[in-house]
C-alpha cells in the first residue's frame, strides 16, 4: 500500500528566508504532484513532475523528484507572505491507477 | 472556462437524513474523483470513476456511502443515514486521465452532521 509521509508537518518562517518541505513515498511511483490550499479554499495544482531528476520551478518555489530514492522537495527561496497555505505532496498509484495518495500537508506560515 | 462545480458548497443536516453532493466535472475530462478531507485523515479518496464507469471504491467508508456518474457531466455522492463523523469537507476533482493526469479539484462541499 502506498503511503505518502511529508515533513515538516507546520513551519513558521520569516520573510526572506529559505526553506525546503520533504515528500517521501513507500512504493514505486511514476508520477508526483504539488498542490497549495489556501484556509477554506479548494486545491490548486503547482507542479507536476513524471520522471527521474525533474525539476520545476515558478516564482518563489522549486519541485524536484529523485524517484530512486523516493523522495519529492519544495524549496521555497526568500519567502513572502503571500506563499502562506498548506502544501500538499500527491503520489500517483502505479498499476495502471490514476489514484493518488496524500500527503497530510505542511501548512506554512510566513511571518513579515 | 468553468472549472469543476460542486454543489451545495455548505450543508448543515440532522444525524440520520440523507445528504446529497453534487459535482459536474470539467468538459472533456474522462475521470472524476471524490476526495474527503477532515484534519485527522488528511485527503482521502473515496472513489473515482473513468468514462462513467466506477473504477476502484475501495476508499468507500461502508455501505452508507454510495456514488455515480449517470453520465461524463454529472456525479452525485450519497451518504444515507448521515452520522456525525461523516462530517467533513468533500472535494471532487477531475482530469482528462492520459499520463500525468493532473487533477483539478472543485471548491468543495462542507458538510455538517449534527
Known amino acids: 500500500e502506498l503511503k505518502v509521509e511529508q515533513n515538516p508537518l507546520f513551519l513558521s518562517m520569516q520573510e526572506g528566508k529559505n526553506y525546503t518541505i520533504y515528500c517521501n513515498y513507500s512504493?514505486?511511483?511514476?508520477?508526483l504532484y504539488w498542490y497549495r490550499q489556501d484556509p477554506g479554499k479548494s486545491l490548486e495544482s503547482l507542479f507536476v513532475?513524471?520522471?527521474?531528476?525533474a525539476v520545476k520551478q515558478e516564482g518563489r518555489l522549486m519541485a524536484s523528484l529523485d524517484t530512486k530514492a523516493r523522495l519529492s522537495t519544495l524549496h521555497i527561496t526568500a519567502a513572502v507572505h503571500d506563499l502562506s497555505a498548506t502544501y500538499f505532496c500527491a503520489v500517483g498509484s502505479q498499476g495502471g491507477s490514476e489514484k493518488l495518495v496524500f500527503g497530510k500537508g505542511t501548512k506554512l506560515t510566513v511571518n513579515p | 472556462d468553468a472549472g469543476v462545480i460542486q454543489s451545495p458548497r455548505h450543508e448543515v443536516t440532522e444525524m440520520g437524513q440523507e445528504v446529497t453532493l453534487r459535482c459536474k466535472p470539467i468538459s472533456g475530462h474522462n475521470s472524476l474523483f471524490w476526495y474527503r478531507q477532515t484534519m485527522m485523515r488528511g485527503l482521502e479518496l473515496l472513489i473515482y470513476f473513468n468514462n462513467n464507469v466506477p473504477i476502484d471504491d475501495s476508499g468507500m467508508p461502508e455501505d452508507r456511502f454510495s456514488a455515480k456518474m449517470p453520465n461524463a457531466s454529472f456525479s452525485t455522492l450519497k451518504i444515507q443515514p448521515s452520522e456525525p463523523r461523516d462530517s467533513a469537507v468533500y472535494f471532487c476533482?477531475?482530469?482528462?486521465?492520459?499520463?500525468?493526469?493532473?487533477?483539478?479539484f472543485g471548491e468543495g462541499s462542507r458538510l455538517t452532521v449534527l
Open positions: 476533482a477531475s482530469s482528462t486521465g492520459g499520463p500525468g493526469g493532473e487533477l483539478f
Open positions: 512504493t514505486t511511483s511514476d508520477r
Open positions: 513532475l513524471l520522471s527521474n531528476g
